[in-house]
Nanobody, 126 residues
Framework: QVQLVESGGGLVQAGGSLRLSCAASGRAFSSYAMGWFRQAPGKERALVAAISWSGGSTYYADSVKGRFTISRDNAKNTAYLQMNSLKPDDTAVYYC???????????????????WGQGTQVTVSS
C-alpha cells in the first residue's frame, strides 16, 4: 500500500508561483514513476507532468511547458511540481499519482497510475 499526501496549494495572483509537494510512504518510492494531474470544475482529470523513477525523463502537457517543472527527491520520498507564471486557467485541484511497475519512463495515461493523493487546491486570481 502506498500513501501519497500533497501539500503546497493555495491562492496566488496571476503571474505568481507555487511549489507543490507529494510525500509518499513506502520504501520503494525510487522505483515509482510519478505524475501530477489536475481537475478543474466540470472538466476531466488531465495529466500536467510526469517523471521517471530516476528523474532523468520527464513529460509536460503543452499548456504548462516552459512554466512548470516536475522533479523528485528519492532520498526524501517526495515529488515536486514547481509552477511559475501561473494563469487563471491553471486553477484546479492538483493530484499526484504513482505508477508502481515499469517506472523507467514518464507515464501519460491516467489508468496506468496505481495510487493517488487526496488533491490540493490551486486557485489563480486574475
Amino acid at each position: 500500500q502506498v500513501q501519497l499526501v500533497e501539500s503546497g496549494g493555495g491562492l496566488v495572483q496571476a503571474g505568481g508561483s507555487l511549489r507543490l509537494s507529494c510525500a509518499a510512504s513506502g520504501r520503494a518510492f525510487s522505483s515509482y514513476a510519478m505524475g501530477w494531474f489536475r481537475q478543474a470544475p466540470g472538466k476531466e482529470r488531465a495529466l500536467v507532468a510526469a517523471i521517471s523513477w530516476s528523474g532523468g525523463s520527464t513529460y509536460y502537457a503543452d499548456s504548462v511547458k516552459g512554466r512548470f517543472t516536475i522533479s523528485r527527491d528519492n532520498a526524501k520520498n517526495t515529488a515536486y511540481l514547481q509552477m511559475n507564471s501561473l494563469k487563471p486557467d491553471d486553477t484546479a485541484v492538483y493530484y499526484c499519482a504513482a505508477h508502481l511497475g515499469g517506472g523507467g519512463y514518464p507515464h501519460r495515461v491516467y489508468s496506468e497510475y496505481d495510487y493517488w493523493g487526496q488533491g490540493t487546491q490551486v486557485t489563480v486570481s486574475s
